[in-house]
Nanobody, 125 residues
Framework: QVQLVESGGGLVQPGGSLRLSCAASGSIFRINAMGWYRQAPGKARELVATSTSSGTTNYAQSVKGRFTISRDNAKNTVYLLMNSLKPEDTAVYYC???????????????????WGQGTQVTVSS
């Protein structure tokens, strides 16, 4: 099993910044993709940003130029720096990781998907 522990959410005024962190621990041989998704009340969960183990990143159009995803592979940790926050960024943010649990899974390219418990981000004046 793998645990993802998120931190860094909170209340911020429009135009402000927040930095989310997510640390993975447990039965990990190697992590492929790590990323952030969000879910606002009454809406479906949506991709915010992802990063592969090689450093390739992908962002939702709505956050491009404002959010930056980064990873510390040695610490199995992913970060999301959110600048110029808007009220429409208000949501629960979830960390995601695609994990190879052991060498055999890695050779077979068999990934397990894990999610964090979510952290609330509220942008309001």
């Amino acid at each position: 099993q793998v645990q993802l522990v998120e931190s860094g959410g909170g209340l911020v005024q429009p135009g402000g910044s927040l930095r989310l962190s997510c640390a993975a621990s447990g039965s990990i041989f190697r992590i492929n993709a790590m990323g952030w998704y969000r879910q606002a009340p009454g809406k479906a969960r949506e991709l915010v940003a992802t990063s592969t183990s090689s450093g390739t990143t992908n962002y939702a159009q709505s956050v491009k130029g404002r959010f930056t995803i980064s990873r510390d592979n040695a610490k199995n940790t992913v970060y999301l720096l959110m600048n110029s926050l808007k009220p429409e960024d208000t949501a629960v943010y979830y960390c995601h990781a695609s994990v190879y649990s052991d060498y055999a899974d890695w050779r077979a390219e068999y990934e397990y998907d894990y999610w964090g418990q979510g952290t609330q981000v509220t942008v309001s004046s």
